[in-house]
């Protein structure tokens, strides 16, 4: 037993009954190391925490579909994820880091294996903005297979990048809500930069992360969460962050899936975020 497991059995249950088929889109998968080893220039070590810790975390929640997305502690080496996904492949999809090094036989293989998207990290403590010229070859390679790029951001850095990200020529996916500060509030530059990007058709956003721009009980993290999903309500997706890599508080999903009711109170607008957005865009079916 992993030591997140044993952090799993003091988890409690959520009060919110999440819909049949909601979906975690943003969840993780590390190791085991001994069978799929961390990356070398990785700039942390997580616990392990398998594909059957997953399950058993979307189990006790109620969750009936998952995007397993890479994390950078294992590089553009993608074997977890892929296994993952192998799994139970109607359930999981998944998102991949990749590099130079992915060709087109590559990235058929991993289309093949459920991937649907590449993510990129700008996040300065993981290393920063990636070298642009692969970023740009790497986008032109998958757009033809219909996937879309996740892009990590810092909050700051938004408004910066923000003309880049309007010309990227495929659907982008921005991880939890931007990382902006929600100590800050709604009128923030960043955040202001982050509803145009958002207005944007071909602009997804995921309303995780609420751990990490808030602090327990995170509902700080609410006026940003309901601001974008009015911004975009076909295109919001929703995820836990499991097992929220490279955090140093403890968080109960439980707290984060009894959020959902705070962010979206309609429950049409609950369907939509747990159920209908990703399952259009990760085609489940």
């Given amino acids: 037993m992993t030591a997140v497991d044993l952090k799993l059995h003091a988890r409690r249950k959520p009060r919110f009954k999440l819909p049949a088929n909601a979906c975690d889109a943003h969840c993780h998968v590390f190791g085991?190391?001994?069978?799929?080893?961390?990356?070398?220039?990785?700039r942390y070590t997580p616990d392990d925490a398998?594909?059957?810790?997953?399950?058993?975390?979307?189990?006790?929640?109620?969750?009936?579909r998952a995007v397993i997305v890479q994390a950078s502690c294992h590089g553009a080496d993608?074997?977890?994820?892929?296994?993952?996904?192998?799994?139970?492949?109607?359930?999981?999809?998944?998102?991949?880091i990749i590099d130079d090094g992915f060709g087109e036989r590559e990235l058929h293989a991993l289309h093949e294996g459920g991937v649907r998207g590449a993510?990129?990290?700008?996040?300065?403590?993981?290393?920063?903005?990636?070298?642009?010229?692969v970023f740009r070859r790497c986008i032109d390679r998958i757009k033809g297979l219909g996937w879309h790029v996740v892009l990590h951001l810092d909050a700051?850095?938004?408004?910066?990048?923000?003309?880049?990200?309007?010309?990227?020529?495929?659907?982008?996916?921005?991880?939890?809500?931007?990382?902006?500060?929600?100590?800050?509030?709604?009128?923030?530059e960043?955040?202001?930069?982050?509803?145009?990007?958002?207005?944007?058709?071909?602009?997804?956003?995921?309303?995780?992360?609420?751990?990490?721009?808030?602090?327990?009980p995170f509902s700080a993290a609410v006026p940003i969460a309901r601001a974008l999903i009015e911004a975009s309500k076909t295109r919001v997706l929703w995820g836990t962050d499991f097992p929220?890599?490279?955090?140093?508080?403890?968080?109960?999903?439980?707290d984060l899936v009894d959020l959902v009711p705070q962010i979206a109170p309609d429950p049409a607008d609950q369907q939509r975020l747990l159920v209908e957005n990703p399952a259009r865009l990760y085609g489940f079916a």
């Fill in 32 to 42: 085991p190391a001994d069978k799929f080893p961390y990356a070398p220039e990785r």
């Fill in 156 to 188: 700051q850095d938004i408004p910066g990048l923000r003309d880049m990200i309007r010309a990227l020529p495929l659907t982008f996916v921005i991880d939890h809500m931007g990382r902006v500060d929600s100590s800050k509030g709604i009128d923030q």
């Fill in 190 to 216: 960043p955040f202001r930069a982050l509803l145009e990007l958002v207005r944007i058709e071909r602009c997804w956003i995921k309303v995780s992360g609420a751990e990490r721009i808030s602090k327990p």
């Fill in 119 to 133: 993510r990129f990290n700008f996040v300065r403590h993981l290393g920063g903005a990636p070298d642009m010229d």
């Fill in 78 to 96: 993608n074997r977890a994820m892929l296994d993952a996904i192998a799994s139970n492949p109607r359930r999981y999809r998944g998102v991949a």
């Fill in 50 to 64: 398998p594909k059957e810790t997953l399950a058993a975390l979307h189990a006790h929640l109620g969750v009936g």
């Fill in 244 to 254: 929220h890599p490279n955090l140093k508080i403890e968080v109960d999903e439980a």
